[in-house]
């Protein structure tokens, strides 16, 4: 296990790097987002998530890149939400809806972290109206080594009902960082459904089959095959953006990714995957890991979570926390 600086955040507190592997695996991970910085598989000498060299990057140059995403992630529409029969109002900071938690969401927040053994263990206090939410909600995430890959286990208790949807929000390009595009990469993906966004990325209750639509993964097919088609969903979400709604209940195989030399299969147990090709990323990043810049669609994300805007859907379940319960869930990615 390996502790260093990771420089200092914008406001003069000191960044940490935490650092384990195993036979197969070698993991870092920052205190600041409790973010997953790196992901390296040792047997192919090839690190498979983008990141940054310090901390000024995940904080001034890409948003969310390899980040812990809550109290909500994805997007809750409008910015508002019932609970209770209480109306909540949460930070409007994209397109006139809430994303991932609001203006300063878990992403940005210095996390306290245990290493214990095989495990980075990152724990963090949001408190009762933080970005607009009820209750104080404990929150604790667990990076766990595996033989062929990597868990994220999720837990989070509340002393007032409240939302909570936490997600990983990694980019990855099993080709290196360096990569500079994705669209070759072949993607598999179990779902017969897919959720629509409206013109600002908001899901609301549209499902639509992925059955001849560029959203049918289910047997692979890169990810540039038909990712410029002329159809509205793609137009919407300017690519892929989109949650597909994944076969079956507990966990489970979610979806398969295929690079030129690796593979990296999803396991979770979660209600569905959304699935964002980086459309916005821009190229510009001056920290990158090995030089890397960035570029749009160079990395794929798969951020396991329940139904997007679910709280403002009827027929999809709603992403509350009780007072007094414990929200658990699990996500793997396991390479070859």
């Known amino acids: 296990m390996e502790i260093k600086s990771f420089g200092k955040t914008n406001e003069g507190i000191d960044a940490l790097l935490y650092t384990i592997e195993n036979d197969a695996i070698k993991i870092s991970v920052c205190n600041y987002g409790a973010t997953l910085v790196s992901l390296v598989l040792k047997h192919k000498e090839i690190d498979v998530v983008q990141g940054f060299t310090c901390v000024q990057g995940y904080q001034n140059e890409v948003q969310y890149m390899g980040q812990t995403i809550g109290r909500v992630c994805n997007r809750i529409g409008n910015g508002v939400f019932t609970l209770n029969d209480v109306e909540y109002h949460v930070p409007k ?96 993906i179990n779902a017969n459904y897919f959720a629509g966004v409206d013109e600002n990325g908001c899901t609301h209750d549209d499902i639509y089959q992925v ?29 892929y ?25 999803i396991f979770s147990d979660c209600p569905g995957v959304h699935l964002y090709s980086a459309n916005f990323l821009d190229g510009t990043s001056i920290h990158g890991k090995e030089g890397g810049k960035f570029p749009c669609r160079s990395s794929i994300c798969f951020e396991t979570q329940y139904y997007p805007n679910a709280i403002q859907t009827e027929s999809f379940e709603k992403p509350i926390l009780r007072k007094g319960e414990v929200y658990h869930h699990k996500t793997e990615f396991r390479f070859l």
């Open 211 to 239: 059955k001849d639509t560029a959203f049918d993964f289910l047997e692979f097919k890169t990810i540039g095959r038909d990712i410029n088609n002329d159809e509205i969903q793609l137009k919407n979400g300017n690519g």
């Open 93 to 188: 900071n994209n397109n006139g809806n809430s994303l991932h938690g609001g203006d300063h969401g878990f992403d940005q927040k210095i996390w306290s972290v245990d290493v214990q053994g095989d495990k980075i263990i990152c724990t963090y206090l949001s408190p009762d109206g933080e970005e607009g939410y009820p209750g104080n909600c404990n929150v604790t995430v667990a990076y766990t080594l595996l033989d062929d890959g990597i868990r994220f286990e999720y837990e989070g208790t509340t002393d007032k009902d409240t939302l909570f949807n936490i997600t990983n929000h990694s980019f990855f390009n099993l080709d290196g960082p360096i990569s500079e595009s994705v669209l070759d990469h072949k993607v598999k």
């Open 241 to 265: 953006d989109h949650h597909f709604l994944v076969f079956g209940e507990g966990f489970r195989k979610f979806a398969v990714c295929q690079g030129k030399n690796v593979e990296m299969t």
